[in-house]
Nanobody
Framework: QLQLVESGGGLVQPGGSLRLSCAAS????????IGWFRQAPGKEREGVSC????????NYANSVKGRFTISRDNAKNTVYLQMNSLKPEDTAVYYC????????????????WGKGTLVTVSS
């Protein structure tokens, strides 16, 4: 069964850090573009960051640029999202998804999704 599983969410104070992981089972991630997305309560889902299949190309939403870093370890079949200098407005459920296309504006052709991990930034 093809599955993506996110982990690493939790409660953190403003200014803190978290590292999210997106692990695949039932298939290998190395041929896929991977994107991180988030959905805050009452808001639409938005793209956060995408990484190409090789890991050589990345992009970020303006709201997280300079604070978040996406990376991948294909040997571990896992993609990461390092989140630093977290703000209350980063509070959301974070999802990872496979994509067919990486572009400077985001990733497209989304196929498989995880169930998400909740990040809460609050004092």
């Amino acid at each position: 069964q093809l599955q993506l599983v996110e982990s690493g969410g939790g409660l953190v104070q403003p200014g803190g850090s978290l590292r999210l992981s997106c692990a695949a089972s039932g298939f290998t991630l190395d041929s896929y573009v991977i994107g991180w997305f988030r959905q805050a309560p009452g808001k639409e889902r938005e793209g956060v960051s995408c990484v190409s299949s090789s890991g050589g190309s990345t992009n970020y939403a303006n709201s997280v640029k300079g604070r978040f870093t996406i990376s991948r370890d294909n040997a571990k079949n896992t993609v990461y999202l390092q989140m630093n200098s977290l703000k209350p407005e980063d509070t959301a459920v974070y999802y990872c998804a496979t994509a067919r296309i990486w572009a400077t504006t985001g990733c497209y052709g989304l196929d498989y999704w995880g169930k998400g991990t909740l990040v809460t930034v609050s004092s």
